[in-house]
């Protein structure tokens, strides 16, 4: 039985074999049997959509060559601006575009005037040969066989299993095939999968990188000044914009439509980016398709992140609940609160300036509250995201296998990344590259070292300015904390007022200085040099990522790790610029470490969520203000797009990302919930970013990569870097491991464990005697006890260390990179390549039984193998 299929538009007929028949019997189509349990198929062959082609009006005036890039430029009418600059700007142009004919792209322009500017909208179009030349040069990866895509969803799989409804689950119109694949060669066109149908073969996205890099590889001037590429002429404001077309409308139309009819703009619009498919599968393949390999594997990586956190949150809403139910076995806050006038306090601060006693019963809410998140179970709850932090890492490395193949771009980095086109612009030399051969645009790397230098000189002048705004900040926290100490009113909750108006005064430093740095690390970089794209990114996220890791995490550090260890006692209080150092409250430093982490990890995904929201609208009204285009004419789909927004690309979403997955590792021990508000952010983030992409911004250009970068290599050092903070938090910050030796030592139920814990200060020291918390005898020296602690504390950072980096490395041990199963179908794929690709001489050897198998099926470009293509 056969059914009728399309190929690029053509019919073909489809036989029971997966071969296809129709186009000179020169495409052929194979169900690898290897693979039929990821395949879906139909009556015993495959359904083959049509190329999506652009949206309505995407087309040159003749309505045949497609609108591959776009190039716009503004003149005014009562320009003021001196002659000899315009006529600079209407020369550069004019060269530039003569340069552009000669690089064989085929050009149209359109003029729209208004009472005070003309807007010229140039049109450029790659026709057949530009597209061949240009696809092998940048190694773009060609069809040789089609086959359904594959459906490889665990959660799924595991629904499917349990028999239970997957709500998850949509069927999206349109998925694109899975092919298999090989470097494209004009010479071999005749093997390559729709090859004869010139105006469908490539993509809309494979034409826009082919113009893109002749664009940015074009002169506008004189070489030896650099005046090359298109991104000088944006940065010099010849032109104000360049990007590729979108598909067409992203609203559904007011009537009905058969799905299969949309296009890939409105499928991603209606199945993707609205909030009412938070809990949907994301259209993975839809995404790179349109967007391109490097968008898809951000938002791969983003819902498998986000996926992962469900547990992880789950579990630490469990630990968060167990301190709620167990509250009323909390008997050293019970102590305090009971206490009345018991336990005297010394003053906060020296008595000459102001600072009173106090009793420890003021502080009873503050104690109460900090049981909520230092109780035992927080201890293996810490242990627990370590191991779930390096189990993500090390499946996300899985997944990012299989996407870089089902993608074809496993081998992208190591064999096909060309140079940057701002590096070959600036270069001084060329040289010839020790791999390929063929001279290549070069930048000696000793003088490169000079400017990495100047790079690290500014890094760190940025972080001595961190780490003088954080003392500034804690010279605010204890100014503050004198007057609300001295009101009686407000002394009970004087540490909580300090602290997170601290807080949130230290969060808009950190959010200030961050903004100013990454304008700072992007001229640094670009000033240095590098030369690819993938190595650029690399750099700059370096630079930016250690910044921010001081910024951010700098003030945390400081009350888990340093606050209160240097305080002295009294009669031998340590001062810093005249002032006392800060101490712990009586609920211990890890309340306060929780509360400064819930402010600064709550408070910043707040505000970006708000600047992705509400930036994006009032960037895009101030835009078509500026822009200024007719608003009663009929829109092109030019026009439409030119209001749109400049793409910013994926930093900041990654940067955002990778920060938020530091604060639920590393200080996780403090604040269990803190996984629960990154999925719940994350939830928001991914539609957040869908709408961004689909609605708001142009177009941007689909560029390959393999992976997430070198963002892979920071969060796997920020999973070893939360095994060591966790266990030193649990160890010196906690008071797990003083209560645990007081109940082992004294009495399990931790009475009279509030004494215990207070030392009373020095005779003749104050006016007063009064306690202070510490372990030390009437005289200032340090007991027995806190010898005895000290040593645990020490055992148990070693223990727990070797015991998690232990297992972790097990983990690592028993999950392979890559699954099995997808190394068969690697080695599949490249053997059919070769088969396809083999010359016609090498087939005739093989038919005359020269090759060493007694029985090789030979993939012959036009048809099913038969009986006479086996020796």
């Known amino acids: 039985m056969s059914e009728k299929h399309r190929i690029n538009g053509l019919p073909h007929k489809l ?34 959509p049509h190329k999506p082609s ?30 000899s600059d315009k006529a600079k700007f209407d020369k550069w142009r004019e060269k530039f575009l003569t340069n552009l004919k000669k690089n064989g792209l085929e050009i149209e322009d359109e003029t729209v005037r208004t009472p005070k500017k003309t807007t010229t909208f140039i049109k450029l179009h790659a026709p057949w040969d530009v597209c061949c030349y240009y696809a092998e040069d940048l190694c773009m990866r060609a069809p040789l066989q089609a086959h359904p895509n594959p459906s490889n969803n665990w959660s799924d799989r595991i629904l499917k299993t349990l028999k239970i409804p997957n709500i998850m689950h949509e069927d999206v119109p349109n998925k694109p095939l899975d092919y298999y694949t090989c470097a494209f060669k004009k010479s071999k066109l005749d093997r390559f999968l729709g090859s ?8 809309d996205t494979q034409k826009s990188r082919i113009v893109n890099e002749i664009c940015a590889t074009t002169a506008y001037g004189k070489k030896k000044r650099a005046e090359i590429g298109l991104e000088r002429l944006l940065d010099e404001n010849v032109y104000k914009a360049a990007f590729p077309l979108h598909d ?55 819902g498998f992140y986000t996926a992962w956190l469900l547990p992880a949150a789950a579990v630490g809403l469990a630990v968060f609940l167990y301190g709620v139910i167990t509250f009323g076995g909390n008997t050293p806050a019970f102590e305090v609160c009971e206490s009345n006038q018991t336990y005297k306090m010394c003053p906060l601060c020296d008595e000459n300036i102001g600072c009173s ?23 293996c709850y810490a242990i627990f995201v370590s191991f779930w932090a390096v189990t993500f890492l090390e499946y996300w490395k899985r997944k990012n296998a299989s996407l870089a193949h089902h993608w074809d771009v496993t081998d992208f980095e190591e064999e096909e990344e060309r140079p940057r086109p701002e590096y070959a612009a600036k270069a001084p030399s060329f040289e010839k590259n020790p791999i390929t051969g063929v001279k290549e645009p070069h930048f000696p790397p000793r003088d490169r070292i000079p400017r990495i230098l100047s790079g690290v000189a500014v890094i760190t002048i940025m972080i ?27 002394r009970p909750r004087a540490a909580l007022i300090a602290s997170t108006s601290s807080a949130v005064v230290n969060l808009i430093l950190i959010m200030a200085l961050g903004k100013v740095y990454e304008k700072l690390a992007l001229k640094l970089t670009q000033w240095e040099m590098h030369r690819t794209q993938t190595e650029f990114e690399d750099q700059l996220t370096f630079k930016v990522f250690v910044f921010q890791f001081v910024n951010f995490y700098s003030s945390i550090f400081y009350i888990a790790f340093f ?71 009929v829109r092109s789909r030019w026009e439409e797009d030119y209001e749109l927004i400049d793409n910013e690309g994926l930093f900041e979403e990654y940067l955002e990302m990778v920060l938020q997955f530091g604060f639920i590792t590393i200080f996780v021990a403090a604040f269990p919930l803190a996984p629960l508000f990154a999925l719940l952010n994350n939830w928001v983030e991914i539609r957040l970013d869908a709408q961004k992409f689909v609605c708001e911004t142009r177009r941007p250009i689909a560029d390959r990569a393999q992976d997430i970068g070198v963002w892979f290599k920071i969060l796997d050092g920020l999973a070893q870097l939360a095994v060591i903070s966790n266990a030193f938090l649990i160890a010196f910050t906690s008071e797990f491991l ?131 293509d086996k020796v």
């Not at 000179?24 to 349990?37: E, H, M, N, Q, T």
């Not at 900090?370 to 927080?378: E, I, Q, V, W």
Request: aromatic share 14%; net charge negative; glycine share 6%.
């Open 357 to 379: 006693y106090w009793y420890l019963s003021d502080v009873c809410l503050y104690v109460k509250i900090a049981y909520l998140f230092d109780h035992p179970a927080t201890v």
């Open 54 to 83: 652009h949206g309505g009006g995407c087309y040159f005036s003749d309505g045949k060559r497609t609108i591959d890039y776009m190039l716009v430029y503004e003149e005014k009418i009562d320009e003021k601006s001196s002659s």
């Open 738 to 868: 003083p209560r645990l030796m007081y109940q082992y030592q004294y009495n399990w139920d931790l009475k009279g464990y509030t004494d215990f814990s207070l030392s009373t200060a020095p005779n003749h020291t104050l006016n007063q005697t009064c306690r202070y918390r510490d372990f030390r005898s009437n005289t200032g020296q340090y007991t027995l006890f806190y010898w005895q602690l000290l040593a645990v504390r020490l055992g148990f950072v070693i223990l727990f260390e070797h015991v998690v980096f232990g297992i972790c490395k097990l983990i690592d041990f028993l999950v392979p990179d890559v699954p099995e199963a997808l190394e068969l179908k690697i080695k599949r794929e490249r053997y059919l390549a070769k088969q396809a690709l083999a010359d016609t001489d090498t087939i005739m050897k093989i038919a005359r039984g020269e090759d060493d198998e007694d029985d090789v099926e030979v993939a012959v470009p036009g048809g099913k193998p038969d009986a006479e």
């Open 464 to 490: 001595f300015l961190v780490i003088i705004f954080i003392i500034a900040v804690i010279m605010y926290r204890v100014l503050v904390s004198i007057p609300l100490f001295q009101n009686k009113t407000l």
């Open 248 to 302: 067409g409308q992203y609203e559904m139309p007011d009537h009905y439509i058969n799905p299969e009819e949309l296009n890939r703009r409105q499928v991603l619009r209606e199945y993707w980016a609205r909030w009412g498919k938070w809990y949907k599968y994301q259209p993975l393949d839809h995404i790179r398709e349109y967007f391109g390999e490097k968008i898809g594997i951000y938002f791969a990586w983003l």
């Open 563 to 633: 606050k209160g260890r240097f305080v002295g006692y009294p009669g031998q209080y340590n001062k810093f610029f005249g002032l006392r150092n800060e101490e712990c409250n009586n609920g211990g430093c890890l309340v306060e470490l929780a509360q400064q982490l819930a402010v600064i990890m709550i408070g910043k995904q707040i505000i970006n969520n708000a600047q992705e929201i509400i930036v994006p609208k009032l960037k895009t009204l101030v835009h078509r203000l500026r822009v200024s285009l007719d608003k009663n004419a």
């Open 15 to 48: 036989d029971t074999y997966g071969t296809v028949k129709g186009a000179d019997d020169k495409v052929r189509i194979i169900d690898d049997d290897d693979l039929s349990s990821d395949l879906q198929s139909s009556e015993g062959g495959i359904t083959i």
């Open 196 to 203: 004869e149908d010139q105006d469908t073969y490539f993509t």
